[in-house]
């Protein structure tokens, strides 16, 4: 039972970053917010949405100082005492790689009402910005979404997601390390492989390869970084 003594907390997805790719329901509770506790890559247009709100900034941005998880729910929990409504505003969707669980346990301990409202996640919006479905009939019917991150102290993941397409987020410095990692799990070099740097974003960019290609390494990206593998990637015939 929620402990009425705090506020509401909404974990809102923002989508891949263009503000109009935020849900309605989304958008309709940012307007209302009383406080905003924001990601790094959530865009200014995004938050235009909520002008009313205070807005604080949490941003977890892989490969750069930022905010600690622990801090964030200590952040969470304050704001709830203070305000009615508060909004945690997550890029792309807050239960796929948003860690999305330790806020929520957190919150829950406190006896904080929360409610959860989904967003585009980024492989989806990736797949739609090259033009480039997942799956494909007689080709791929399997997907697997994964992240080569762990958390402080845990093994590094050797062994990849064993299905007909895979999608690796925040994958631009891994890339040569997965090449080489599903080479050797006997993917032909010669799988198509799309990168989508910045999804949905004026400075998106999209480029093409094969799995050999990746072995490589890609150009220097400044955005975030997701990378699709699979046959199903190849070329309309």
Do not use: W
Request: glycine share 10%; proline share 6%.
């Amino acid at each position: 039972m929620a402990d009425r003594s705090y506020g509401k907390v909404t974990l809102i997805g923002a989508g891949p970053g263009a503000a109009d790719l935020i849900t309605l329901r989304g958008a309709r509770i940012l307007a209302l917010a009383d406080v905003v506790l924001y990601d790094a890559l959530v865009t200014p247009d995004m938050l235009a949405l909520c002008p009313q709100a205070v807005k604080i900034p949490v941003g977890k941005r892989s490969g750069q100082r930022s905010t600690a998880q622990l801090e964030i729910n200590e952040k969470l929990i304050a704001c709830a005492r203070e305000y009615k409504q508060v909004v945690r505003l997550k890029g792309g969707d807050p239960m796929m790689f948003g860690r999305a669980d330790e806020e929520l346990r957190a919150l829950e301990a406190h006896g904080i009402e929360v409610e959860i409202v989904p967003g585009i996640t980024a492989a989806l919006a990736a797949a739609a910005a090259a033009k480039q479905p997942l799956t494909k009939r007689g080709i791929a019917r399997s997907v697997a979404f994964f992240t080569s991150a762990t958390a402080p102290g845990q093994p590094e993941q050797t062994t990849l997601p064993d299905c007909d397409t895979i999608v690796q987020y925040m994958g631009g410095r891994e890339a040569i390390t997965t090449a080489e990692r599903l080479l050797a799990q006997g993917r032909s070099p010669d799988t198509p492989v799309v990168i989508v740097e910045s999804c949905s974003l004026p400075e998106q960019r999209i480029a093409h390869l094969t799995l050999g290609g990746l072995r490589q390494g890609i150009e220097t990206c400044t955005g975030p970084v997701l990378v699709m593998i699979g046959d199903a990637l190849g070329a309309r015939t």
